[in-house]
């Protein structure tokens, strides 16, 4: 019944959408799963500013924080069939989809986030984001989500062996799946917004995420004991519906493009400073972190990449990848 809610008021916007562009006045929705003041959000909001001021005010963006308008799993549908027209969400859903989504997703393959910047900056973020248009989408931006690591409320990680058994809630992606076998534990995806009752009831052990998530999303009151394995810095994707962008003129669309690389920086920006803010603030809350030895878990990894890194764009993606200095 929520989603169907949520799918007639998309409509209605959409008719709006049609009804104000007559008017050349669009409002734009966007949506995004985290709460008001999140780093994402605030850059969504940024790129709303530029694109409001830029083009005089004939379009503004609604930003719908906090999964007001759905899961990642529902707003992607959402934003790819023109129900809404933009969406800030993570890569990973993506991979079944878009092939070549699945390579920054691959545990351990940026050796940093300046490392990572410099890949989705460069020419392999211009395949990728063209890769993306043949899910209906345009890639505006790759935003910054740090590295993911896993937390629980059984026991401290220093191992890959402390992982065995332990069930962890993935997002909703193939390669996060087999990571998590590969470690010995249980993998249960499941949204994002289920993750605290999940912990709280015994139906999962734990998650993994960053320390803004495992903070704004408070896991840290159900699950103490974060392990800094990084396993993966996978960027989040802020995307918009290509049919709505192929009707905008080419200068609105340099605008769009304009406006969302310089939130990129100021995303960038913010999310350092919260990180550091996260994780002090889940360190005097009386969350135990400890830093694992990576090179078990970096060695765990080799059946995933057997499995997913199968074809010739793949396998020659991973090793630009590595190439970049």
Same mark, same amino acid.
């Given at each position: 019944?929520?989603?169907l809610?949520?799918l007639?008021?998309g409509l209605?916007?959409a008719?709006?959408?049609i009804g104000?562009?007559a008017n050349?006045?669009?409002?734009?929705?966007?949506s995004?799963?985290?709460?008001?003041g999140?780093?994402?959000?605030?850059? #969504?909001?940024?790129?709303?500013?530029? @694109?409001?001021?830029?083009t005089a005010?004939?379009?503004?963006?609604?930003?719908?924080h =906090?999964? /007001?308008l759905?899961e990642e799993?529902?707003?992607?549908?959402?934003?790819?069939?023109?129900v809404?027209?933009?969406?800030r969400?993570?890569m990973a859903p993506f991979?079944?989809?878009v092939?070549?989504?699945?390579?920054?997703a691959?545990?351990y393959l940026?050796?940093?986030e300046e490392?990572?910047?410099k @890949?989705?900056?460069?020419a392999?973020?211009?395949q990728?984001?063209?890769?993306?248009?043949g899910?209906?989408v345009?890639?505006l931006?790759?935003y910054?989500a740090?590295?993911? =690591?896993?937390?629980n409320k /059984?026991k401290p990680?220093n191992?890959?062996?402390?992982m065995?058994?332990?069930?962890?809630?993935?997002?909703?992606?193939?390669i996060?799946v087999d990571?998590?076998?590969?470690?010995?534990?249980?993998?249960?995806?499941m949204?994002y917004g289920e993750?605290?009752?999940?912990?709280?009831?015994?139906v999962?052990?734990?998650?993994?995420?960053?320390f803004?998530?495992?903070? +704004?999303?408070?896991?840290?009151?159900?699950a103490?004991?974060?392990?800094?394995?990084?396993?993966?810095?996978?960027?989040? #994707?802020?995307?918009?519906?290509?049919? @709505?962008?192929?009707k905008?003129t080419p200068?609105d669309?340099?605008?769009?493009?304009?406006?969302?690389k310089?939130s990129?920086a100021k995303?960038?920006?913010l999310w350092a400073?919260?990180?550091?803010?996260s994780?002090?603030?889940?360190?005097a809350?009386?969350a135990?972190? +400890?830093t694992?030895?990576? /090179?078990?878990?970096?060695?765990?990894?080799?059946? #995933?990449?057997?499995?997913? #890194?199968?074809?010739?764009v793949?396998?020659k993606?991973?090793?630009?990848v590595?190439?970049?200095?």
């Amino acid at each position: 019944m929520k989603i169907l809610v949520k799918l007639a008021a998309g409509l209605l916007v959409a008719a709006s959408f049609i009804g104000n562009a007559a008017n050349a006045q669009t409002a734009l929705r966007s949506s995004d799963t985290h709460p008001d003041g999140y780093p994402t959000v605030e850059g #969504v909001k940024y790129f709303g500013e530029l @694109v409001k001021e830029r083009t005089a005010g004939r379009y503004s963006v609604e930003v719908y924080h =906090s999964a /007001q308008l759905g899961e990642e799993k529902d707003t992607i549908e959402q934003v790819r069939s023109g129900v809404i027209e933009l969406n800030r969400v993570s890569m990973a859903p993506f991979n079944g989809t878009v092939k070549e989504s699945i390579v920054p997703a691959l545990p351990y393959l940026f050796r940093s986030e300046e490392h990572m910047h410099k @890949v989705m900056d460069g020419a392999i973020g211009d395949q990728i984001k063209k890769a993306f248009e043949g899910a209906g989408v345009v890639v505006l931006a790759f935003y910054d989500a740090g590295a993911r =690591s896993f937390y629980n409320k /059984q026991k401290p990680i220093n191992s890959v062996e402390d992982m065995k058994g332990l069930k962890f809630r993935v997002i909703q992606s193939d390669i996060f799946v087999d990571m998590v076998a590969a470690l010995g534990a249980n993998a249960t995806p499941m949204p994002y917004g289920e993750v605290y009752s999940g912990i709280e009831t015994g139906v999962i052990d734990g998650a993994e995420n960053n320390f803004p998530s495992y903070d +704004t999303a408070k896991h840290f009151e159900v699950a103490k004991n974060f392990s800094l394995d990084e396993h993966t810095i996978l960027p989040e #994707v802020f995307v918009m519906n290509k049919a @709505v962008f192929d009707k905008l003129t080419p200068e609105d669309q340099e605008i769009f493009k304009q406006a969302a690389k310089e939130s990129v920086a100021k995303q960038r920006e913010l999310w350092a400073a919260k990180v550091k803010e996260s994780r002090a603030k889940v360190e005097a809350a009386g969350a135990k972190i +400890t830093t694992p030895d990576k /090179q078990g878990f970096i060695d765990a990894m080799k059946p #995933v990449y057997e499995k997913h #890194v199968t074809d010739e764009v793949l396998k020659k993606m991973v090793e630009d990848v590595r190439a970049v200095q």
